[in-house]
């Protein structure tokens, strides 16, 4: 685990789709069959409790984060950007994929941050609410394409 500020590089999306998550609060297991109805409730749930904020990234990819203590630069353009409460309840944060949302709706022992070591996903926080900023700086299939700075500041 890592304290901002710091960049995680190769972080993969194949669906457009990435969120973070309290692992430790996010309740993951929806059903052995889900519908994508089913599944969109239960993000909106969570989101509600400040376990998950999720956005699209416009493509799937492999994706760099930089995750930063401060909003980005003014200087910087910002194409895409979703922003929304997530509380760390054992100050932990974790960068997953859709793919991994989905796995671990499925089934029930399957958890958010079992790749968090492999993927360098995870984000070293004091224990509280922060607001969570992800800040895309261009668009898909641009040359910084892949950049994305994610902003945890309380």
């Given at each position: 685990?890592?304290t901002?500020?710091?960049?995680?590089?190769?972080l993969s999306?194949?669906?457009?789709?990435?969120?973070?998550?309290?692992?430790?609060?996010?309740?993951?297991?929806?059903s052995?069959?889900?519908?994508?109805?089913?599944?969109f409730?239960h993000f909106a749930t969570?989101?509600?409790?400040r376990?998950l904020?999720?956005?699209?990234?416009?493509d799937?990819?492999?994706w760099?984060?930089?995750?930063?203590n401060?909003?980005?630069?003014?200087?910087?353009?910002?194409?895409?950007?979703a922003a929304g409460?997530?509380?760390?309840?054992r100050?932990?944060?974790?960068?997953?994929?859709?793919?991994?949302?989905t796995?671990?709706?499925?089934?029930?022992?399957?958890?958010?941050?079992?790749?968090?070591?492999?993927?360098?996903?995870?984000?070293d926080?004091?224990v509280g609410t922060?607001?969570?900023?992800?800040?895309?700086?261009?668009?898909p299939?641009?040359v910084?394409?892949?950049?994305?700075?994610?902003?945890?500041?309380n």
């Amino acid at each position: 685990m890592s304290t901002p500020p710091i960049t995680m590089s190769g972080l993969s999306d194949d669906t457009g789709m990435m969120g973070i998550v309290d692992p430790h609060a996010y309740e993951s297991f929806v059903s052995r069959h889900w519908t994508l109805e089913s599944l969109f409730t239960h993000f909106a749930t969570q989101m509600h409790r400040r376990t998950l904020l999720l956005w699209e990234t416009g493509d799937e990819g492999s994706w760099t984060i930089t995750v930063e203590n401060s909003p980005v630069a003014a200087h910087y353009p910002i194409v895409r950007q979703a922003a929304g409460p997530s509380t760390a309840t054992r100050g932990e944060l974790v960068v997953v994929s859709y793919d991994t949302l989905t796995m671990a709706a499925q089934f029930p022992h399957k958890r958010v941050d079992a790749y968090k070591e492999w993927q360098g996903s995870a984000v070293d926080v004091a224990v509280g609410t922060y607001v969570c900023a992800v800040s895309q700086l261009t668009e898909p299939g641009m040359v910084r394409a892949t950049t994305a700075q994610t902003s945890i500041y309380n």
